[in-house]
């Protein structure tokens, strides 16, 4: 399957594993980018900017198809020297970068100069045209239905995604609720180039994660999921679980009073490291999408991948084909 996407990025296939705090890590990075889609390195998983270099270096041992890092600019606890971030994708030679959270502006001559193509992702039709503004190369559209931050305007991708295709003439991916070929299909038919995956990718043998966080995500259902953090405008898609059930009572609590500090005990993304390193999924807050009430397995990358496209050709030349009388069979 060619699409704008692949050309861009010189990959085999249009599904990307966007940045996933403590997720996008050097394995599954190396596993993507080796079955032929596009992995994103997530920089603030690592400590420190020369830790990033250091991951990317490992990554680059696991394969040699093109990858690249995310660089997510969000409210956090503790300040975040997003520039030395920067930087250190520079030094490194990776030639593709994904932002998300913030207008990537302040980036961009940084990282134009480097001669990186910048993929922003995006929770809206109007920062989407932004990104494009701004000289991005390609822009990640994500859905209300998306884990982590959908941003607070809650439009879903069955109507994001089209507004998007209509205003837009750069390149763009489907994110948010992705997991099947039945949603690559669909992405396709709205006008994307290719979807991004994020909480699919959880759940396959490479991601570096414990086996107790990929069984949750099997067994969980589409309703599994919470909205937290609402009151702050930092929306946050999470597990639902003991942690974002008390979030969600604090928060109830609280009303219009409610501060950052009243729920920073919860909320720490070192909470949500503990429960990806030991598997105690009560432990903190992580992200996952509704996808989750799609996944039913734990499948290696290529088995996903090579899964995912197969089946959408199918759908396309079978079913879809099918229905306007035009089948594979009568080509
Ligand atoms: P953290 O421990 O600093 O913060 C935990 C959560 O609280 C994050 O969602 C953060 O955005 C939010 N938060 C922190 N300070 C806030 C404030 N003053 N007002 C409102 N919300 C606040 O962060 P972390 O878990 O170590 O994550 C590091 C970075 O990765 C952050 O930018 C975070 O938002 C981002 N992240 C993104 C996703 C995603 O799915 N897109 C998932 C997890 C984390």
């Known amino acids: 399957m060619k699409t704008r996407i692949t050309e861009l990025f010189g990959i085999e296939h249009p599904i990307v594993q966007g940045g996933m705090q403590w997720v996008g890590r050097a394995e599954l990075v190396g596993a993507v980018a080796n079955a032929g889609g596009l992995g994103f390195i997530t920089a603030l998983t690592q400590p420190t900017p020369g830790d990033l270099s250091k991951e990317i270096a490992r990554t680059r041992e696991m394969t040699d198809k093109p990858f690249g890092v995310n660089l997510t600019i969000l409210p956090t606890l503790r300040p975040v020297p997003y520039q030395e971030y920067a930087q250190a994708i520079v030094d490194s030679g990776v030639k593709i970068v994904e932002t998300a959270g913030r207008s990537p502006e302040p ?55 089209p507004c998007a295709a209509d205003k837009l003439s750069i390149p763009f991916i489907a994110s948010g609720g992705f997991g099947d070929a039945r949603g690559l299909v669909a992405a396709l038919a709205l006008g994307a180039d290719g979807i991004n995956m994020g909480s699919r990718f959880m759940a396959t043998k490479e991601a570096p994660i414990h086996d107790n966080v990929k069984q949750a995500m099997v067994e969980a259902d589409e309703m599994n999921t919470q909205l937290t953090n609402r009151a702050l405008r930092n929306t946050s898609r999470v597990f639902k679980n003991e942690i974002s059930d008390k979030i969600l009572e ?78 594979s069979a009568a080509a």
């Open 250 to 327: 604090i928060e109830r609590e609280k009303g219009a009073d409610l501060k950052i500090e009243d729920l920073a005990e919860y909320l720490s993304g070192q909470r949500g490291k503990i429960v990806f390193e030991e598997g105690r999924v009560d432990h903190g807050i992580w992200s996952a999408g509704m996808v989750v009430g799609l996944i039913n397995d734990v499948p290696s990358c290529a088995e996903l991948i090579s899964r995912i496209v197969t089946e959408a050709e199918e759908i396309i030349a079978q079913r879809l084909a099918g229905l306007t009388g035009r089948s």
């Open 107 to 161: 980036f961009m001559p940084l990282f134009k100069a480097a001669g990186i193509k910048v993929i922003h992702k995006c929770t809206s039709v109007r920062h989407s045209v932004k990104a494009e503004t701004l000289g991005c190369d390609a822009v990640s559209v994500d859905g209300f239905e998306c884990a982590g931050h959908p941003g607070e305007d809650d439009i879903p991708g069955l109507i994001l995604l």
